[in-house]
């Protein structure tokens, strides 16, 4: 499948601010079941972008302004050409040992209630118990809008019932964790089946390591194993090691964050512009 994929986020600040530096985790890389076929990150305002990759592997653009600065937009934008691994993440690009995802992080550290919710799978073989977990919590949790923040940690989703599918992620992975199974964030994008182009923010989604096989995708905001209509971009130990846009201002006072994500079949495209 070839996913097109056009991201604006757009700053607009109370005064201009006087400098500015943004990290952007927004470019995928190829590998055997994607292909970037091309890739474009943009700016309307004079800076420098520097290309390097962190630590668990992820292309990093950080930009930083170069003048006072009143809006600042950056847009992402290409095609990615993607195949069908029945969720199992090629190989081909690890970095670190899966006992690094191990860890807890304050979104993802575990309760009681964690540890009771998780208890419930632990008799079943590992690539059983992973698929159990996803789909308890997609029972467990409604996706819903606007009930949580960025700083809602999985334990207070669990026990709330509602989240996005950040919230979804950083449950899984706590759960995970809690059974000694090593479990990563990942961000990216979903082409949706309901043919919705327009899109709030991106996704997210969780991978696990099962012995055997790898790393495995998980989506417990939708019950599924991701296909070839995700696009995979960063991953981290949690959200804020995989966010798309992290950064800081000095000066500028209060800002207004937009964002305009399209996400299209880009044959299905190419096709209604020929027609």
Known sequence: MLISIDHLT???YHRAARFIIQV???TPRS???QQVRHWRVETDVDARLRR???AFGNIVHTLYTEQPTRSLSVRVSGEVAT???HGVVPADQETLSPLVFLRDTELTKRDQLISVFASEFLAHPPLDRMHRLMA??????AFEVGVTTPTHTAAEVLALGRGVCQDHAHVFIACAR????PARYVSGHLLRLDGQDQQEAAHAWAEAWVEGLGWVGFDAANGICPTDRYVRVATGLDYLGAAPVRGASYGGGGEQLAVRLNVRDAEVQQGQ???
């Open 10 to 12: 757009t700053y607009d």
């Open 24 to 26: 952007l985790r927004m």
């Open 31 to 33: 590998s055997e079941a």
């Open 52 to 54: 390097t990759e962190d």
């Open 83 to 85: 195949t069908d691994t």
């Open 136 to 141: 308890a919590i997609h029972g467990s949790v």
């Open 178 to 181: 809690q059974m000694g199974v």
């Open 273 to 275: 512009q020929q027609a």
